[in-house]
């Protein structure tokens, strides 16, 4: 079963740092692009980051850029997100997400068929 | 505000046919970059309905279709049923400046009445 699972996600206060984890199992974790997207209480999907299969392409959206940083370790098939400087507005559930196209161009551009259940993070003193 | 836009709200009666549009500009869907809808319910993961404009992957039933007009792309659902509550997203890719970037619509929330 292909499957992702986040982890990592907390209470943290403002200007601190978080770290998530995204484990993947049941597909050729390396041969996918990957994203973050997150779900604000009361606002709409918004994407955060991703990551191409071959690393070669990464992208942040403007709200986190310098301060969010995506990885991932095909080794251990999985996806991380460095969180540093967290800001009230950074408070949701982040998932992850995997591309549909195997060795796409790019994250994201054909869609995302797989996600994760999601975990929370919380920014408040 | 998203890039991009999607009405807020849509309602319809079991059994009916409803439309949600999804509007761009030329640095997403304009540019020829595919659309695709994701159905999800808060706090759930979202699923992936409709792929490519038009695709549906496997498991989702026609009654969800999309279609393609210039910058705009539509999801339309057939016979409507309560379990189609849900709010609906579009998603494509922007090559803006500062990109590229993965954008979302602000999402559609479907009632049925």
């Known amino acids: 079963e292909v499957q992702l699972v986040e982890s990592g996600g907390g209470l943290v206060q403002p200007g601190r740092s978080l770290r998530l984890s995204c484990a993947a199992s049941g597909f050729t974790f390396d041969d996918y692009g990957m994203s973050w997207v997150r779900e604000a209480p009361g606002k709409g999907l918004e994407w955060v980051s991703g990551?191409?299969?071959?690393?070669?392409?990464?992208g942040y959206a403007d709200s986190v850029k310098g301060r969010f940083t995506i990885s991932r370790d095909n080794a251990k098939n999985s996806l991380y997100l460095q969180m540093n400087s967290l800001r009230a507005e950074d408070m949701g559930l982040y998932y992850c997400a995997k591309d549909r196209n195997k060795r796409g161009y790019s994250y994201g551009l054909d869609g995302m068929d797989v996600w994760g259940q999601g975990t929370t993070v919380t920014v408040s003193s | 505000q998203s890039v991009l836009t999607q009405p807020p709200s849509v309602s319809g009666a079991p059994g009916q046919r409803v439309t949600i549009s999804c509007t761009g500009s030329?640095?997403?869907?304009?540019?020829?970059?595919?659309v695709h809808w994701y159905q999800h319910l808060p706090g759930t993961a979202p699923k992936l309905l409709i792929y490519g404009y038009t695709y549906r992957p496997s498991g989702v039933p026609d009654r969800f279709s999309g279609s393609k007009s210039g910058a705009s792309a539509s999801l339309a659902i057939t016979g409507l049923q309560a379990a189609d509550e849900a709010d609906y997203y579009c998603?494509?890719?922007?090559?803006?400046?500062?990109?590229?970037?993965?954008?979302f619509g602000g999402g559609t929330k479907l009632t049925v009445v």
């Open positions: 030329s640095s997403n869907i304009g540019a020829g970059y595919d």
């Open positions: 998603q494509s890719y922007d090559s803006s400046l500062s990109g590229p970037y993965v954008v």
């Open positions: 990551i191409s299969w071959n690393t070669d392409s990464i």
